[in-house]
């Protein structure tokens, strides 16, 4: 990928050097031709080629801090008070479904 980009570059460089150095040319021609031939359609195709490798990297630190989150957790164990904070153990969270008399 970056071949083609530095192929590139060199073909616009070249191409920016002969309107500077051309008769008719101007330097700032060739600072155009160098900026829309060469940098900007460049930095457009070099972004969205680094897309997939962008997207791997953020769910490889997705999953790492998942990782680290389970390990931290498991690391700290269980809670030394109980939820309530009483001494007696919680009875059931939903009571049981009783038929009316």
Do not use: C, H, N
Not at 6 to 24: H, R
Not at 46 to 67: C, D, S, V
């Amino acid at each position: 990928m970056y071949l083609v980009a530095i192929a590139w570059m060199y073909v616009v460089l070249m191409m920016s050097v002969a309107e500077a150095t051309s008769s008719q040319g101007t330097v700032l021609g060739a600072l155009v031709t160098f900026g829309l031939y060469g940098l900007l359609p460049l930095s457009i195709v070099m972004y969205l080629l680094g897309t997939p490798m962008r997207r791997r990297a953020r769910l490889a630190r997705e999953a790492q801090a998942e990782r680290a989150a389970l390990a931290d957790a498991a690391a700290a164990g269980p809670p030394s008070a109980p939820p309530d904070g009483g001494s007696q153990a919680s009875g059931d969270a939903i009571p049981p479904v009783r038929k009316e008399p």
